[in-house]
């Protein structure tokens, strides 16, 4: 499957840029300046439930929610590193819920 991009400006190549949502996580003190290494300690778990949290929010399907490597057009881009894309999945799940009612942080479970 070919990633999607759109063409906003003639002078310019086209880009998911153009259209998507961009949230970044804070890396772990031992993946920074490390920009080498595929791998570092892992997000924490609030980082999960805050950004499972706020793409509830926005009411984004799964099959649209994706990484910044699976959109790379270069082959270069392997972040997030260490991103545990089932375990954000799960968290996210228990933040939707059945009649598309908003979750607060408050009232995680």
């Given at each position: 499957m070919g990633v999607e991009t759109v063409k906003t400006n003639p002078?310019?190549?086209?880009?998911?840029?153009n259209f998507a949502y961009h949230v970044s996580l804070e890396?772990?003190?031992?993946?920074r300046g490390t920009s080498y290494q595929k791998y570092h300690s892992g997000y924490t778990d609030s980082q999960y439930k805050s950004l499972a949290w706020l793409l509830t929010q926005s009411e984004i399907p799964d099959d649209?929610?994706?990484?910044h490597e699976n959109v790379d057009r270069s082959g270069q881009r392997f972040d997030p590193r260490s991103f545990d894309f089932q375990k954000f999945l799960t968290i996210l799940h228990t933040y939707?819920?059945?009649?598309d009612e908003k979750v607060s942080l408050a009232n995680e479970p």
């Open positions: 002078n310019l190549l086209s880009s998911v840029n890396t772990p003190l031992d993946g649209r929610i994706t990484t939707r819920q059945p009649n």
